[in-house]
DNA sequence: AAAAATCTGTTGCAAAAACAACAAAAAAAT
DNA sequence: ATTTTTTTGTTGTTTTTGCAACAGATTTTT
């Protein structure tokens, strides 16, 4: 993995970069609310969360899930989304909060953690964006099953295994793939009735290839 | 919009920039190919051009659709594809080239072309981000109907206007939006019926709000 | 100007996905 | 330890989507 990673610099910021501020959340508390104005990033520390949207009809959508060192925030959004659009904590989260627009000025205290973050942003947002073609390969997948066996396959590749735990209940891997959650699971019966995977709770085994 | 406009600084890139290609493509050839080693990174000058994806069934996807001044390459796509991506020019197509580790470094000449472009990756990178996360939006929708409505919505915004040209075939934005052809046609249909839509050739008007 | 290729509009039918609902299991909260 | 909430697994039914096929229109090529 050619990106940066955060938390290797992290400690040079705790001396008082006057640009960021940094905050500790519970499980299942609302980290953020995308509102478009603010240009808020925000740096995942440590923990999980999720983006999250409902539309019209109450279908939730979890638009993205972020680990540690993932950026996000609705810098990266523009206006057109008329859907709220909110970050949630799956497990206790610390996250770095800045504006876009001050990361690209020094701050008083110039300090190295600033510097670092500012120098490294393209290489951060461009790592952003290779998770985001994925997600799209994921989501123009036109079967559910197609979905799935891509999401699996991913999710092999990042374990280096064929065994890997879900990081979703099945109820929210439905919402991350946008299916509805009975014909997932319908399909799923069919991976394992015809010998493409094994399940045992959320731990999914690949037996293909 | 606030990000940069290439085109405002490509004449500073005429004196040689020894880092960079400029080449000329003609209707429906190859720009390039995705082979997610070489670390590619193309700007379009001028023209339109499609990202297609093939895949194991034969099914055609636009990934992406580019327009004056997008940035697209290799470098934004992490391994985990196996299908072939590739951008074909839907118009007369002028594009740069370059590769991602070079434009950290500075060039021979010291050229302002590459100076500048190298101030503003980030800007650039991030107005993918935006353009790529509606896109997500888009995708996650979950009927036919709300993905077309979604993106003559975009269409629309994008327009100021409730009237609007496709920028694609009906066969293309079908394979935009994932869908099978037909039964968008269907849907598109029901949408004129209803009353949502007038629809004149591939000129579309939005009768609602 | 004629021929070839692509695109549009349409339909019947098959397949897949969504919806709705419920009981059992598991997890979380008290 | 018990209650409450959430998740899982399942299934019947309805709706939507995909597939295949074709004729007419339009565009592109020769």
């Known amino acids: 993995m050619d990106f940066l990673s955060v938390s290797s610099f992290i400690k040079d910021y705790e001396d008082h970069c006057d640009k960021v501020q940094h905050k500790h959340f519970k499980k299942n508390e609302t980290i ?20 999250i949207r409902y539309d019209y009809n109450g279908n939730k959508t979890i638009v993205e ?5 993932d950026i996000f925030g609705e810098v990266f959004y523009s206006i057109t989304t008329n859907n709220e659009l909110f970050v949630q904590a799956r497990q206790d989260c610390d996250v770095i909060f800045l ?19 500012s120098d490294n942003l393209a290489e951060l947002i461009l790592h952003k964006v290779t998770i985001l073609n994925s997600r799209i390969e994921l989501l123009t997948k036109r079967s559910t ?7 699996f396959s991913i999710l092999s590749t990042r374990n280096l295994s064929k065994s890997f735990k879900l990081p979703f209940s099945l109820t929210d891997l439905a919402d991350y793939l946008s299916v509805d959650r009975s014909a ?3 399909e799923l019966k069919s991976l394992r009735d015809e010998g493409f995977i094994e399940k045992t709770g959320n731990v999914i085994t690949l037996l293909y290839r």
């Open 32 to 51: 953020t609310t995308y509102i478009a104005k603010r240009n808020q990033v925000c740096i995942l520390v440590n923990g999980e969360a999720d983006l």
């Open 99 to 117: 504006v876009y627009d001050n990361l690209k000025n020094k701050c008083k205290s110039n300090c190295k953690f600033h510097q670092t973050l």
């Open 65 to 69: 899930h972020f680990t540690k060192n």
């Open 184 to 186: 997932m699971m319908r």
């Open 145 to 151: 099953r197609d979905k799935l066996i891509g999401y």
